[in-house]
């Protein structure tokens, strides 16, 4: 008998409607989730909040445009904030698009429903830099309006939410490097409604003050994220201005383009490992370069979280989804924007990030400033399983290759920023032997399959079918995949708090 019952398609995980992942149990429910089939996506209880507009905003939508007459026939865009909002407007730059304010505080945009095509620039737009409404504030204002009875009940913290969640992040980010930096206080630390809005708001802010210096060249250090890749492409000055570097360990190599273009170097973007692949480059020697040729370095530690890895030394700015270990319930997202005191730029960053981020809603606030205080004892959890996971994985014989934050390639660059010989991370990303063999895999496996990590909940995803669908499914994208090492059929699967010994049952029955 599996300890893991069996999720139906769309269940909320966890169960709750402000939950951030969902049940995609077979890969047919995958590919339907990605080619927006009726049949799947009419099931999904909700989904990743970048990617699924929540059922409390869709309601919260269809009521405002059904009592609106200027909004009849259009479809509205309900935002974070009213710059989002503004901002969009400005992006779209057509004359059909309309701003949308309302009170208490509503915000968004509208288009003419019968264009797909703004639909589709509006919501790539929104997801890149997690500029929707937050499913507890759609469900604020539909209680408000009376289409709810009553929020949703749940835990939280009572009294001055975002100072308790600074606390325990300003107790963390300084534990580990003594003196080496001025200690991190309220002042350097920025809360976001989500990693990616985190993200684009610190690129936003790097990006504009280099921009002053004739410096505009951004390096992309290995294979990010999509919504990272998609800001950089997007807000870069100019397309020459963009850089990818696939071997995130030729440092020869980037010193040759710091040596051709340090001028006009503005930074260089790392993730800490990179998802999927966990790669840790050696960010001492990176940090050093750029700061030897003024440029600036921005790291993300969201894969293994700033609790296990000491990067703000080395960087300007260091980032984190909230979202992950943190928000380890799975049911809020949430970003972090950490400035380096000792950097001669934090000044004037503190004064450009203050009005371009993306709040912090305040019920998610008061939900975070609960979950936070556990973080510690799920890491804890996490990093007692993640090594067994591994090494079974690792020595069987129907698994091909196996990448955690510890593997042979990086584990010493990821070892001089981790904080304890115990941290990792949960995330382990695989690929098995047999050609064709995912599908009956997946669907064989009776573990808990959707998006997102960094929960108390064991989660696995055919990670390059949900972030790049549309490069496992064209030649030229799988050429693209195959160019920076990455198998479409990765698997990515992230340790949750659950008993060791049931994660890997549930993993050799599916492989037996």
């Not at 340090?262 to 966990?278: C, D, F, K, M, W």
């Not at 921005?298 to 989804?321: K, R």
Request: proline share 7%.
């Amino acid at each position: 008998m599996s300890a893991f019952p069996h999720l139906p398609l769309g269940q909320a995980i966890p169960p709750s409607p402000h939950a951030v992942s969902c049940s995609l149990p077979t890969m047919r429910s995958v590919r339907g989730y990605e080619e927006k089939d009726p049949a799947i996506t009419s099931q999904l209880a909700n989904g990743y909040p970048r990617f699924v507009v929540h059922p409390f905003a869709r309601q919260l939508a269809a009521h405002l445009v059904a009592t609106n007459p200027a909004l009849t026939s259009h479809t509205l865009w309900l935002t974070s904030s009213l710059a989002i909002a503004e901002n969009l407007v400005a992006h779209l730059a057509h004359p059909s698009v309309q701003l949308f304010i309302d009170t208490p505080g509503l915000h968004g945009v509208a288009h003419p429903a019968a264009s797909a095509p703004l639909a589709a620039l509006t919501k790539t737009y929104l997801q890149n830099l997690g500029g929707f409404i937050s499913s507890r504030e759609a469900e604020d204002h539909l209680v408000r309006l009376e289409l709810r009875p009553a929020i949703y009940p749940e835990a939280t913290f009572t009294g001055d939410e975002p100072a308790e969640i600074r606390r325990h992040l300003a107790r963390a980010l300084n534990a580990g490097h003594a003196a080496t930096i001025a200690p991190v206080t309220d002042a350097d630390l920025f809360l976001t409604n989500c990693g990616m809005s985190a993200i684009y708001a610190a690129f936003r802010a790097v990006a504009d003050l280099q921009a002053t210096r004739g410096r505009t060249i951004w390096l992309q250090l290995g294979w990010f994220y999509l919504d990272t890749i998609a800001i950089l492409k997007k807000f870069t000055a100019g397309p020459g201005d963009y850089v990818y570097i696939r071997d995130i360990f030729d440092l020869e190599a980037l010193e040759r383009i710091f040596a051709a273009h340090g001028q006009r170097i503005a930074g260089v973007v790392a993730e800490v490992p990179t998802n999927p692949l966990l790669q840790t480059p050696d960010i001492p020697a990176i940090s050093a370069l750029c700061r030897s040729h003024g440029a600036a370095i921005l790291i993300d530690a969201s894969t293994a979280s700033l609790y296990n890895l000491d990067v703000l030394p080395h960087a300007d700015v260091a980032l984190a989804s909230l979202t992950k270990y943190t928000g380890s319930a799975g049911d809020l997202t949430a970003g972090l924007i950490a400035l380096n005191p000792a950097r001669p730029d934090a000044t004037e960053l503190r004064r450009r990030l203050a009005p371009a981020l993306e709040p912090l809603y305040r019920r998610d606030a008061a939900r975070l400033a609960h979950e936070i205080a556990a973080t510690e004892s799920v890491l804890a959890k996490i990093h007692a399983s993640t090594p067994h996971v591994v090494a079974f994985l690792e020595n069987h014989p129907a698994i091909k290759d196996v990448f955690w934050a510890r593997h042979a390639t990086s584990r010493a660059n990821f070892e001089k920023l981790a904080r304890s010989p115990e941290a990792t991370g949960g995330m382990i990303t695989f690929t098995l032997r047999a050609p064709g063999a995912l599908e009956k895999f997946y669907d064989r496996l009776r573990l808990p399959k959707g998006p997102s990590f960094g929960m108390t909940t064991t989660l696995i995803c055919p990670f390059m079918y949900l972030a790049h669908y549309d490069l496992v499914t064209t030649p030229a994208g799988l050429a693209e995949l195959a160019a920076s090492k990455l198998d479409p059929d990765l698997l990515r699967l992230c340790i949750g708090c659950e008993a060791v010994e049931d994660i890997i049952a549930a993993l050799a029955e599916a492989l037996a």
